[in-house]
């Protein structure tokens, strides 16, 4: 991975945006390091996917300023700096595996796409069905393979939009393997999730509640600041207040 | 803007159909299964077609009775002489399309007035009957006048009236579908490329691979370019195909040069993709996609001059059918298979200026959707 220095990965500062009567994000701060992996955390409708697709360049925020890896969220997604994963794996399912990973590695630029896509194949453990087409995958292989397209280029901050949803258990285990291994090499994470085991295996994490951050820090922090023996219940006493 | 990745949409757009064998198969087969039926519906009926016709002769004079011979005698109508009421018993059951009567007073007023009044009546049930008959009954009367010349003293028994026809573009051996071949290749290029482009970018972005390349260093103006360029191979093969098949298969004639067929309906086709892509914009799922099909196909159908001339419109509609691409495609394509005109027709020149607007404005419109749907 890219060294990024000390130059944040991600950092909200009262970041704030409207859809409509709806306000989906209301002065957020938040900030992302280096190698580090940030979980997400809230209800349903809390701003967590509207932040994330922020950070991608697809939300203008209306207040506030987002910087990403030192500049623009667009900036830093034309730079091919940026890998985002979607809530669905959003795919061409016509096309081979390895057809859809050079069809985006084409896009993001990727130096040696070859390598790139190899290399991506290698890290999802899809190498035998390259040249399956992805309608005929399991549900599994096909979010594998979503992941495969996120990690061509080797972005310096990885967006994953509850990347492990309806993944079975040994898969989910084997997706933080590698997101542990991609923020050894200096890469951020900023990921969304439901999942509480999954919040565990977190760096830090941000509870957001009506578009603002309402509690932040580790797991283990978190716990104490609740008062609770377990995650979820910290969360739940954290929200209330 | 980066010819790259351009090129990379184009390719994935050409290798996603490439394996979608149906919808290829949709593309290229169903557009000819069309003109083959089309060409199959109006192909002219064997033989001159007599129209059965009526003849009512009540008049008191001698003028009736001469006239209802000499039309009884040409070749246009299938004539019996019947009496009033069987005339009209005929005419209800469907036996005969029309009865022509002359009254009693017939030769009396045509000699006071020197004007013949005829009384036509029609069964009129059916546009086109009504029309072929009221057709084969004035050529009637023009044969019987011809016929009635020859044998008057003025002729010297011999001569008469013979209508000496040419024609300046097309011909009398041109077929129906002669004449609608020309706007039927476009149309059908515009509809089936219409259907695809929309429906399939509308896929894009349900399936979320829209969020997903937006989220890469593709930019939109790319991303439109490259399902132009993509689609663009699609079209071009499909017009080569069906205007090779109209001309060589079906035989079909044509005054111009198939090349400048083509390079019309590749255009109008390029905008037609923009108008796909603009569309889809509308839609948040296929079956809203396809609800756009009467919306955007049926006015051009009515409008564009394929049935009605542009011209002949009413004053409140004829605007309208100036802001149809099709209307241009239409014009320029007759102008070239009927007429012969080339691409140095100051007409064509015009029509084809007029379809690289649309496609321009269309493929900014284009753009301008995709980046209001995300922000």
Same mark, same amino acid.
């Given at each position: 991975?890219?060294?990024?220095?000390?130059?944040?990965?991600?950092?909200?500062?009262?970041?704030?945006?409207?859809?409509?009567?709806?306000?989906?994000?209301?002065?957020?701060?938040?900030?992302?390091?280096?190698?580090?992996?940030?979980?997400?955390?809230?209800?349903?409708?809390?701003?967590?996917?509207?932040?994330?697709?922020?950070?991608?360049?697809?939300?203008?925020?209306?207040?506030?300023?987002?910087?990403?890896?030192?500049?623009?969220?667009?900036?830093?997604?034309?730079?091919?700096?940026?890998?985002?994963?979607?809530?669905?794996?959003?795919?061409?399912?016509?096309?081979?595996? @390895?057809?859809?990973?050079?069809?985006?590695?084409?896009?993001? &630029?990727?130096? $040696?796409?070859?390598?790139?896509?190899?290399?991506?194949?290698?890290?999802? &453990?899809?190498?035998?069905?390259?040249?399956?087409?992805?309608?005929?995958?399991? &549900?599994?292989?096909?979010?594998?393979?979503?992941?495969?397209?996120?990690?061509?280029?080797?972005?310096?901050?990885?967006?994953? $939009?509850?990347?492990?949803?309806?993944?079975?258990?040994?898969?989910?285990?084997?997706?933080?393997?590698?997101?542990?291994?991609?923020?050894?090499? &200096?890469?951020?994470?900023?990921?969304?999730?439901?999942?509480?085991?999954?919040?565990?295996?977190?760096?830090?994490?941000?509870?957001?509640? $009506?578009?603002?951050?309402?509690? @932040?820090?580790?797991? @283990?922090?978190?716990?104490?600041?609740?008062?609770?023996?377990?995650?979820?219940?910290?969360?739940?006493?954290?929200?209330?207040? | 803007?980066?010819?790259?990745?351009?090129?990379?949409?184009?390719?994935?757009?050409?290798?996603?159909?490439?394996?979608?064998?149906?919808?290829?198969?949709?593309?290229?087969?169903?557009?000819?299964?069309?003109?083959?039926?089309?060409?199959?519906?109006?192909?002219?009926?064997?033989?001159?077609?007599?129209?059965?016709?009526? %003849?009512?002769?009540? =008049?008191?004079?001698? %003028?009736?009775?001469?006239?209802?011979?000499?039309?009884?005698?040409?070749? *246009?109508?299938?004539?019996?002489?019947?009496?009033?009421?069987?005339?009209?018993?005929?005419?209800?059951?469907?036996?005969?399309?029309?009865?022509?009567?002359?009254?009693?007073?017939?030769?009396? =007023?045509?000699?006071?007035?020197?004007?013949?009044?005829?009384?036509?009546?029609?069964?009129? *049930?059916?546009?086109?009957?009504?029309?072929?008959?009221?057709?084969?009954?004035?050529?009637?009367?023009?044969?019987?006048?011809?016929?009635?010349?020859?044998?008057?003293?003025?002729?010297?028994?011999?001569?008469?009236?013979?209508?000496?026809?040419?024609?300046?573009?097309?011909?009398?051996?041109?077929?129906?579908?002669?004449?609608?071949?020309?706007?039927?290749?476009?149309?059908?290029?515009?509809?089936?490329?219409?259907?695809?482009?929309?429906?399939?970018?509308?896929?894009?972005?349900?399936?979320?691979?829209?969020?997903?390349?937006?989220?890469?260093?593709?930019?939109?103006?790319?991303?439109?370019?490259?399902?132009?360029?993509?689609?663009?191979?699609?079209?071009?093969?499909?017009?080569?195909?069906?205007?090779?098949?109209?001309?060589?298969?079906?035989?079909?004639?044509?005054?111009?040069?198939?090349?400048?067929?083509?390079?019309?309906?590749?255009?109008?086709?390029?905008?037609?993709?923009?108008?796909?892509?603009?569309?889809?914009?509308?839609?948040?799922?296929?079956?809203?996609?396809?609800?756009?099909? !009467?919306?955007?196909?049926?006015?051009?159908?009515?409008?564009?001059?394929?049935?009605?001339?542009?011209?002949?419109?009413? =004053?409140?509609?004829?605007? %309208?059918?100036?802001?149809?691409?099709?209307?241009?495609?239409?014009?320029?394509?007759?102008?070239?298979?009927?007429?012969?005109?080339?691409?140095?027709? !100051?007409?064509?020149?015009?029509?084809?200026?007029?379809?690289? %607007?649309?496609?321009?404005?269309?493929?900014?419109?284009?753009?301008?959707?995709?980046?209001?749907?995300?922000?």
């Amino acid at each position: 991975m890219r060294a990024v220095g000390a130059v944040l990965a991600v950092d909200a500062r009262g970041v704030g945006k409207r859809f409509g009567e709806v306000e989906a994000l209301r002065g957020l701060d938040l900030a992302v390091r280096p190698g580090e992996i940030y979980g997400l955390l809230g209800p349903n409708g809390s701003g967590k996917t509207t932040f994330i697709r922020a950070v991608a360049g697809l939300v203008r925020p209306d207040a506030g300023v987002l910087s990403v890896l030192g500049t623009t969220p667009r900036g830093a997604v034309d730079a091919g700096r940026v890998g985002y994963m979607t809530q669905s794996a959003a795919l061409y399912p016509e096309l081979s595996v @390895e057809e859809n990973l050079a069809f985006f590695a084409a896009l993001a &630029g990727a130096a $040696d796409a070859r390598r790139a896509i190899d290399d991506a194949l290698a890290v999802v &453990g899809l190498e035998a069905r390259r040249r399956s087409p992805v309608g005929t995958l399991s &549900g599994g292989m096909r979010q594998r393979a979503s992941l495969a397209v996120t990690l061509l280029g080797r972005p310096a901050l990885l967006l994953l $939009d509850e990347p492990t949803v309806g993944i079975d258990p040994a898969l989910r285990r084997e997706f933080w393997t590698h997101f542990r291994s991609l923020t050894a090499g &200096g890469a951020a994470i900023l990921v969304s999730s439901h999942v509480m085991d999954e919040a565990e295996r977190c760096d830090r994490l941000g509870l957001i509640r $009506d578009g603002r951050l309402i509690a @932040e820090g580790s797991a @283990e922090e978190l716990r104490r600041r609740g008062g609770a023996a377990d995650l979820e219940e910290a969360f739940l006493r954290l929200a209330a207040n | 803007m980066s010819a790259r990745r351009i090129a990379a949409v184009a390719r994935r757009i050409v290798e996603q159909f490439r394996r979608d064998r149906r919808t290829l198969g949709f593309l290229v087969v169903v557009p000819l299964l069309m003109l083959v039926l089309i060409g199959y519906l109006f192909q002219p009926q064997g033989g001159a077609s007599r129209e059965p016709v009526a %003849l009512v002769n009540e =008049d008191q004079g001698p %003028l009736g009775g001469l006239l209802a011979e000499a039309l009884a005698g040409t070749p *246009s109508l299938d004539a019996r002489r019947l009496s009033a009421g069987a005339a009209e018993a005929a005419l209800r059951e469907g036996a005969v399309h029309a009865t022509v009567t002359f009254p009693a007073t017939f030769t009396t =007023d045509s000699l006071r007035t020197q004007r013949v009044p005829l009384a036509i009546r029609l069964e009129g *049930s059916d546009l086109f009957v009504n029309a072929s008959t009221l057709g084969a009954i004035q050529r009637a009367s023009v044969e019987a006048v011809s016929s009635a010349l020859a044998r008057s003293p003025l002729a010297g028994g011999r001569g008469g009236l013979a209508l000496e026809i040419s024609y300046l573009h097309g011909g009398a051996d041109w077929g129906t579908l002669d004449y609608l071949a020309p706007v039927l290749i476009p149309y059908l290029a515009f509809f089936f490329v219409f259907l695809l482009t929309d429906v399939s970018f509308l896929r894009e972005r349900a399936s979320g691979t829209l969020e997903r390349l937006l989220a890469t260093p593709l930019h939109r103006a790319e991303l439109v370019l490259g399902y132009l360029a993509g689609f663009s191979v699609f079209a071009v093969v499909q017009s080569v195909i069906v205007v090779g098949f109209a001309l060589t298969v079906l035989g079909l004639k044509h005054a111009g040069s198939p090349w400048t067929i083509l390079v019309i309906n590749v255009i109008l086709v390029l905008g037609t993709v923009n108008l796909g892509l603009f569309l889809s914009a509308f839609a948040k799922n296929e079956f809203q996609a396809v609800q756009f099909i !009467p919306v955007v196909v049926l006015p051009q159908l009515l409008l564009s001059g394929m049935l009605i001339p542009v011209d002949a419109l009413p =004053d409140l509609l004829r605007p %309208l059918a100036w802001l149809l691409p099709l209307t241009y495609a239409n014009e320029a394509s007759r102008a070239v298979m009927i007429k012969g005109a080339s691409f140095a027709d !100051p007409l064509v020149l015009r029509d084809l200026g007029a379809l690289v %607007l649309v496609a321009v404005v269309l493929a900014l419109a284009a753009t301008r959707t995709i980046r209001r749907e995300v922000a």
